[in-house]
């Protein structure tokens, strides 16, 4: 009985060493693996100005065969949400109050760039503060950083992430504000701000930044070749006196597309050994939203998505990239589908070749071309005697035409200014999984802060 005791006893024994060897072995196998992390060495931020749900759909089904939708770069990502939009002062958020929650992880005023009040509920003539950015973060952590926009650098957008201003409109004051951040990389229009009148800008004071800037050692592009030629570590993009031209009219410019934009400034602020921020902007979409626009807002949003294939592309090579891609606001309360009827005629978006204020444009002073313009530019061969009439008597023929292409295709519009519907969110990368659910605009902010720091 003695002797079969002791043999129990040591088998117990052996199987418990066993047992605590094949715990520590799990342990050690467990620690070895790479950890979750919210943490990122880069961060691309991508913006659709204005860009709503029913953009992105109608994006989606022009892009698709027969019925179905077809794929975005943004239908790709696995962690998706919906964001809040309001501002600190109404429900209806503008770009500046949004942008800046996208860039502080502030709530502020509509038409306030850069700053936000103290007081958590709006108060009337409150005093706004300079907040500190995600842009401020990156160049703190010695990353690069850089500015994309199809609008004026100095719009509310990129103005948000560089600038401080009590209201979006001191578009000069903040031009050298955001020349003076020092910003590796600036791409987009608004040439005017950064030149004298007597220059044909629209400097009051003397001042031409464009010389200021290639002292501080950026090279000045004006043109899609110049751009791909570039080989310098600072750049600033000036394509246009106002804002770039929209996509379906880029054709008739030298301006480069915004993803051939984003390309460029990816390989430029990768070159920095401790990573990057980059903000780009989808600006038009918004535009051709408060204008109406039906072909011109769905192809703007497909420009958009190329742009974001662009990141997207990038981050699948480098893991420790974050990619984010949300909107502002939505803008003109866009539908598919109009007056009841069930319905979306995408092959009527699918011949228009240019936007509706270009074709607009190319009306004789009396209007009598309207057949032969229509059919040019619309595709549309067929104009009945009332939608002639409207395009020949309306005071603007660009609405005019515009209400005709959206009447074909089913396209419907509540209003010509932003809405407070929830807009998208896609994210990718390190703390992707914070962002989805239903979160707020000032959210984004942090988790970009925090992947940064």
Partial sequence: MKKRSILKGIAIGLACTVALGSALYTYNVEAMKPQPTDKAKNVILLIGDGMGPT??????????????????????FKHVGLVTTYS?????????????????????????????????????GEKHFDVTTVLDDAKKAQKATGLVTTTRLTHATPAAFAAHAEHRNMENEIAEQVLNKNVDVLLGGGKDHFLPTEEGGKRKDGKNLISKAQQK???LIEDKNGLERTHSPKLLGLFNNSHMKYELDRSTSKEPSLAEMTKKALQTVSKNKNGFFLMV??????????????????????????????????AQKNPDTLVVVSADHETGG???????????HKDVIRKVKRSSEYIGEQLTK??????????????????????????????????????????????????????????????YGPGADKLTGTIDNTDIAKVISKAIK
């Fill in 334 to 344: 866009m539908s598919i589908g109009l007056n009841g009827e069930y319905a979306f």
């Fill in 217 to 219: 050692g950026y090279s």
């Fill in 88 to 124: 600190h002062d109404n429900v209806v958020t503008d770009s500046a109050a949004a942008a800046t929650a996208f860039s502080s992880g502030r709530k502020t005023d509509n038409n306030v760039v850069g700053k936000a009040p103290k007081n958590k509920k709006h108060v009337d």
């Fill in 281 to 314: 902007e989808g600006g038009r979409i918004d535009h051709a939203g408060h204008a109406n626009y039906p072909a011109t807002t769905i192809q703007e949003t497909l420009a958009f998505d190329q742009a974001v294939q662009e990141a997207l592309h990038f």
């Fill in 366 to 427: 009396d209007r009598s071309n309207v057949k032969e313009v229509m059919a040019k530019y619309a595709g549309i061969s067929d104009l009945t005697v009332d939608e002639e009439k409207r395009i020949q008597t309306e005071r603007n023929p660009a609405s005019a035409i515009a209400e005709v292409i959206s009447h074909r295709a089913k396209i419907g519009w509540t209003t010509t200014g932003h809405t407070a519907v929830h807009v998208p969110v896609y994210a």
């Fill in 55 to 76: 953009q992105v759909s109608a994006a989606a089904y022009l892009k698709g065969r027969g019925y179905g939708d077809g794929k975005l770069a943004m239908n790709r």
